[in-house]
């Protein structure tokens, strides 16, 4: 019942901060957002479950309760959490906590309707990461959208209308192709519920069946494929994450923030929870193109982000970036693999999370993204220049820090991987999108922060207030914390991808 | 008195209780003229608008409570049948009635404002109580006699509502057109009539389907019947080739009048043709009358017009007059998927016909209500007088915005579970084909639809808004509760849909 009380809760957070006065909106969207984090919090103090949850592993905190019956298939309020789901629960509920916060400055205009949609984006957000039955899911990853579609649409940059519509049509889109691929495959298999567990162990049982005159391995490669797709544009990955920089420019910050920080999440989630954890043999047959997306998803991506003069579209496009390891981490399917991919989430979702906040602290005072328009900026915001500094490091894999923990076990797991052929080539070949990212990261700081002072724009460069400071300093010290102690996370991570390795035979660490 | 009706009793008392729903509606009406005949110069437009939602209101809670005390259904004695067979109460009309009866006190509801100024308001509400009255008695007609008289006793006035504006001169054209279109198709409902009577020597529906097996070579007079009966059927729901009448009339009408039309009309036209098709032609299929195509190819011609007219729109009112044409054509699947024999797959997939129609009574109504609201404003009628409403009439707005996604079938709302069921149910009956047509025009839907939540929300006002101060209480309500409903038909979706496909079961049995 708590995961129930939790989304109640932050569901009556968005209902009450949507009808409050504007003046009180903000402090009050924030005062509400600490109680989700109370209870991720007591979530975790209380996680003593093993193993994974769809394959037969302990479900903690789970809850079943019928819902509604159809075409003699059982719908469920379903939810519960393992070692997978817990760490974007409390990921997701810091990052919508320091998102308001860091909207206090930009955002002065309706503010109790874009402090209610933040909320309402988080409980939909909790949704997704609690929800065990495909439906109760599918309507969280659904209702995700909606507020997102207004966040960037009324409160964003001058082509706000353009992205709103390209993410909505996109992301829809793509939610059709998985949903019918992946009804295909429940009508194809003996099963009379929706439980994402049954499904899943079903699959594993070999029970799959043919669908009209689809053969059942025919069925599953479908399947696979479709899922596949709908989840990628998502991530995104290349070539479908056209949306995600126009998206990004165009979103206020503490909308790119939630975007960068949990909604690309989802994408590689649900590739873990459903292409990766009910299909295992189909993502070994597809290994090679899969890694190949993968691999060029991280160097093009780093190409793109070395060309752009917005600091906005950099770190954008460095999300493409890496997003890629991700990718390239569940395609080696390996202990380190897997599991480094969703601790890679969780630390992606926080430095990128972080940079876009620090550029946000940025462009408040200059009112300029571009390159160009600015240098030297060293000098008039230190603290939080050099904590954009910070963060550029940790994007950069620097040992001790969080992103390092990620990209380090990913590396390691793909490159004795069983599972992917030529698996070292493609672990190179991606190792070398770092050096890219050094590269642009470096470039761009020492154009903006470093060197003589000057400005384009007309503004007098103020310190930063402190609440748009805190927050940097909250999620740097997280990735510190996070980088020492991987095992905060890891632990817990590995004990619920173990299980999904062993579903190949195991393989190298 | 037993709390349920049983049995076969043919005296008075127990056909005026069977039929409580039906008399309540028309005593209503009749009060109505009595009040009016009292006070023939005063202007008693509440005490009207109060008795008409008493009496609609009533008959709802009479309609609710027989559906599930189980009334004229298989646990209680089966349907009730009332004068020698030629009406019979059973879950089938009762949920009908039940959507009826809802849109009409919705539709009263927002009368009550939009007709403020009207000098004799009367005749409105009567008009539209009578209608209503013999839409109930369409929903449990089970003689081809009952059928006919039933839907002229509906169209008579639904004519005369349509051309209510007599000054207005769109109105009076709107009314003329659905007056003629309506004519011939009564005659060729009447022509098809008499060749089933000419072919089966009967009018009562079970005694049709008895006979069929025995007509010999009076087979082709009886296809030539069935297929007039279904283009009667057509007329009432608005589908093709009888759907050219609705974009005038649902435009010219007034918009309480459009959206009693597409809704509560366009449901008792499905109340006939599912009622008809099961009990008395199910047979004809055996000897190779096998409608079940003809209304398979009218469905995928209806969806693909509709919403592909709708795209193309570029008055609101206009819109939703196409996409209600598109929505008949979901609705029409319930008849596609027939197959003789298959009495399971049959009441599954006209069950969900049902429960679409019952989300569609709520989230089409709304939307209709919406146009009626801003029409009241004098708001102009395109998507840009539209532009951004949202910031003087937020609440409204984000109805509108619930309704516009709920008939587009995003996963948030009540019409995403029943476009999924109808389309899971076709596939189930091995019509995937219609299920895909059905879901590529949805999506596609999504394209219009979200035209409306952009121009509300997300643009800015091109016209002069300060008539938006006022809010008209009746208006306003029926828009919300109508959105509160839709709402909440997604985790209450499972009685609807239980209910339904026991009715539909019963037909089948």
Do not use: C
Not at chain 2, 418 to 446: D, E, H, P, Q, R
């Amino acid at each position: 019942m708590i995961l129930g009380a939790l989304l109640a809760v932050t569901f009556a957070a968005a209902l009450l901060v949507f009808a409050a006065p504007d003046e009180y909106a903000p402090k009050l969207a924030f005062g509400l957002s600490l109680l989700p984090i109370a209870g991720s919090l007591y979530l975790w103090s209380a996680f003593e479950a093993g193993g994974n949850a769809l394959t037969g592993g302990e479900i903690a905190f789970s809850t079943a309760v019928p819902w509604l019956e159809v075409a003699g298939y059982q719908l469920q309020w379903y939810v519960g959490l393992d070692g997978i789901s817990l760490p974007l629960v409390i990921l997701t509920s810091f990052l919508t906590s320091l998102a308001i916060v860091s909207a206090w400055t930009p955002i002065d205009d309706r503010k109790s309707q874009f402090y209610g949609l933040m909320l309402l984006m988080e409980a939909n957000l909790l949704g997704v990461f609690t929800a065990l039955d495909f439906f109760l899911w599918f309507v969280f990853w659904e209702a995700v959208l909606v507020p997102m579609y207004f966040l960037i649409g009324i409160w964003g940059g001058p082509r706000r209308r353009y992205a709103a519509i390209k993410f909505f049509v996109y992301t829809n889109i793509a939610s059709l192709v998985m949903f019918i691929g992946f009804m295909m495959l429940v009508i194809g298999l003996p099963v009379n519920s929706f439980g994402l567990p049954e499904i899943s162990q079903s699959l594993a049982a070999g029970e799959l069946g043919s669908f009209f005159w689809l053969p059942a391995d025919t069925l599953a490669l479908v399947a696979f494929a479709a899922m596949f797709i709908g989840f990628a544009v998502k991530v995104p990955v290349v070539p479908v994450h056209t949306w995600l920089p126009d998206a990004h420019v165009e979103a206020p910050t503490p909308v790119s923030v939630m975007l960068a920080g949990v909604l690309l999440k989802m994408g590689t989630y649900a590739l873990l929870r459903y292409n990766y954890t009910m299909l295992p043999t189909q993502a070994e047959y597809f290994a090679v193109p899969i890694a190949i997306i993968a691999v060029v998803s991280v160097i093009y991506g780093a190409m793109l982000a070395l060309a752009q003069e917005d600091l906005k579209r950099i770190v954008a496009y460095s999300s493409v970036s890496s997003m890629g390891y991700v990718l390239l981490g569940l395609v080696a399917f390996t202990e380190f693999g897997l599991g480094g991919a969703t601790f890679q989430m969780v630390a992606h979702g926080l430095i990128s999370g972080l940079m876009f906040m620090a550029v946000g602290v940025i462009y408040n005072a200059t009112h300029t993204r571009l390159v160009g328009d600015m240098s030297g900026l060293a000098d008039r915001m230190p603290i939080a220049v050099w904590i954009l500094v910070a963060g550029a490091f940790a994007y950069m894999g620097l040992p001790l820090m969080a992103g390092f923990a990620g990209e380090f076990f990913i590396f390691v797991g793909s490159f004795g991987s069983t599972v992917l052929p030529y698996a070292p080539v493609f672990t190179a070949v991606a190792m070398f999108g770092i050096v890219i990212v050094a590269g642009y990261l470096l470039r761009a700081m020492q154009g903006t922060l470093f060197g003589p002072f000057n400005l384009e724009t007309d503004y007098d460069l103020d310190r930063a207030p402190l609440h748009d400071v805190a927050p940097l300093v909250a999620l740097l010290a997280a990735i510190i914390v996070l980088g020492v102690v991987p095992s905060l996370f890891f632990d817990m991570i590995r004990d619920a991808t173990v299980p999904l390795v062993e579903l190949l035979g195991g393989g190298a660490p | 008195m037993s709390l349920v009706l049983q049995g076969t009793t043919t005296d008075w008392v127990f056909s005026v209780r069977a039929l409580l729903p039906v008399v309540l509606l028309a005593l209503t009406g009749l009060a109505v003229f009595g009040i009016n005949s009292l006070r023939p110069d005063g202007r008693d437009n509440k005490l009207l608008a109060l008795t008409s939602i008493a009496g609609t209101l009533s008959a709802l809670a009479v309609t609710v409570w027989y559906l599930f005390a189980g009334t004229g259904q298989p646990t209680h004695g089966g349907a009730i049948s009332l004068f020698s067979g030629a009406i019979v109460v059973d879950g089938l009309g009762l949920f009908f009635t039940a959507i009826f009866t809802s849109v009409a006190t919705l539709v009263i509801a927002a009368s009550y404002d939009y007709f403020e100024t009207d000098a004799n308001p009367a005749s409105f509400y009567s008009l539209l109580l009578l209608s209503t009255t013999a839409m109930g008695l369409m929903a449990v007609s089970n003689s081809l006699v009952t059928v006919f008289v039933s839907l002229e006793m509906t169209s008579l006035p639904s004519y005369a509502l349509v051309a209510y504006l007599k000054d207005n001169r769109g109105s009076v054209e709107a009314g003329l057109k659905y007056f003629l279109i309506g004519a011939v198709s009564s005659a060729v409902l009447a022509f098809g009539i008499s060749l089933v009577y000419a072919a089966t020597g009967s009018l009562l529906l079970p005694d049709i389907a008895a006979q069929i097996g025995s007509i010999g070579d009076l087979n082709g007079v009886l296809g030539i019947g069935i297929v007039m009966i279904a283009g009667g059927v057509a007329f009432k729901t608005a589908s093709v080739p009888f759907h050219f009448w609705a974009p005038e009339a649902y435009e010219g009408a007034p918009a309480p009048v459009s959206a009693f039309l597409s809704s509560a009309s366009k449901a008792a036209g499905f109340a006939v043709g599912f009622r008809v098709f099961a009990t008395a032609f199910q047979p004809a299929i055996d000897i190779g009358i096998d409608w079940g195509l003809l209304f398979g190819i009218l469905a995928v011609v209806t969806m693909v017009l509709g919403n592909f007219a709708a795209a193309t729109q570029t008055e609101v009112k206009r819109m939703l007059a196409y996409s209600s044409i598109g929505h008949a054509g979901y609705a029409l699947i319930g008849l596609a998927a027939v197959t003789a024999g298959a009495s399971a797959t049959n009441a599954t997939v006209m069950g969900a016909a049902m429960a679409h129609l019952f989300v569609y009574g709520f989230m089409n109504t709304g939307a209709f209500l919406f146009i009626a609201m801003v029409e009241r404003w004098g708001v102009g009628r395109t998507f840009e007088d539209y532009a951004g409403l949202a910031e003087r009439a937020p609440m409204a707005s984000l109805a509108m915005a619930v309704f516009m996604f709920s008939l587009a079938g995003l996963p948030l709302f009540g019409g995403f579970f029943s476009k999924y069921f109808l389309f899971l149910g076709a596939i189930n009956a091995g019509f995937w084909w219609l299920a895909a047509v059905g879901a590529v025009t949805s999506t596609l839907s999504l394209f219009y639809y979200s035209r409306v939540v952009k121009a509300l929300w997300l643009e800015e006002a091109t016209t002069d808004l300060d008539a938006i101060g006022d809010a008209p209480t009746g208006l306003y309500a029926a828009v919300i509760v109508a959105g509160v409903v839709t709402v909440l038909l997604l985790p209450g979706f499972g009685p609807v849909i239980e209910t339904a496909e026991a009715a539909a079961a019963a037909l089948f049995a």
